[in-house]
């Protein structure tokens, strides 16, 4: 695998922390060679820990089909019983609360996937479905909130394909905080749209969620290969976030 030095691109130093990230590269591009693509896209991913992905979808019927079944969600944590979640596709093929695993378990679709037709139709174009580890829906309750954390740590990016099926006006996906949950120059609320909008989301940022409004939030999120793309994906993020070229980036990530 490539490091930034071996690229080709006269980039300034970056931090140890930042080389270590892009030198184990991320899960959205398994087994492929970190070059400068994935390198600049990785950057912007650090630089805006989010990416809009413009593909159209009627959010209503994965809603509807999110909602038909609630009644079979669990807790996502223990403590936390206003974040619920289902999984259609999880190691060992649990649909309920993620349990830590002493090994690597294979993914397997839940008993719950073959019943949303329409959600599986909309991931087709976005992931690569069998080589997802984990798929599921999410509920977030009215009136409650998710406390500042992140996924992952600092040794990989953790980007997760994010998909709104709603966001309550009051509802807020708050990324790019400090440790402690406080709000910096750097944080950002990621502008998922309450008709539907598909994100790219680099969870390996603190964030944390907040639902004021009166309504349930959902979200459903993969995490795996993704099918559009580098170069794609790459055009967006430069259209997005107004630089282009590794140099820059990094100059901006230093500011």
Request: charge should be positive; glycine fraction near 6%; proline fraction near 5%.
């Amino acid at each position: 695998m490539k490091n930034l030095k071996s690229t080709g691109s006269k980039s300034p130093s970056t931090s140890s922390k930042l080389f270590l990230k892009l030198n184990n590269g991320s899960r959205l591009f398994p087994g492929q060679t970190l070059d400068d693509t994935i390198i600049e896209l990785l950057l912007h991913l650090e630089y805006v820990p989010y990416l809009h992905i413009p593909i159209k979808f009627n959010a209503a019927e994965l809603l509807q089909e999110a909602q038909h079944l609630r009644s079979r969600y669990s807790p996502y944590l223990k403590k936390n019983d206003d974040w619920l979640t289902l999984g259609l596709r999880t190691p060992g093929g649990r649909p309920g609360r993620p349990l830590s695993q002493p090994k690597e378990i294979a993914a397997r679709d839940t008993k719950f996937a073959k019943r949303c037709p329409r959600t599986r139709a909309l991931l087709a174009k976005v992931v690569d479905w069998d080589n997802c580890s984990r798929i599921r829906f999410r509920v977030l309750k009215a009136k409650s909130k998710v406390a500042c954390h992140r996924d992952g740590n600092d040794s990989y990016h953790h980007i997760t394909v994010n998909i709104s099926l709603n966001m309550p006006e009051g509802c807020d996906y708050l990324i790019d905080l400090s440790p402690a949950g406080r709000r910096t120059k750097k944080t950002k609320v990621i502008p998922f749209k309450n008709s539907g909008s598909i994100f790219l989301v680099n969870n390996s940022k603190f964030h944390r969620l907040e639902n004021k409004s009166r309504i349930d939030r959902y979200h459903l999120t993969a995490f795996g290969r993704v099918k559009l793309h580098e170069q794609t994906l790459l055009k967006l993020a430069r259209k997005q976030n107004q630089i282009r070229g590794i140099e820059n980036l990094i100059k901006a990530l230093k500011r």
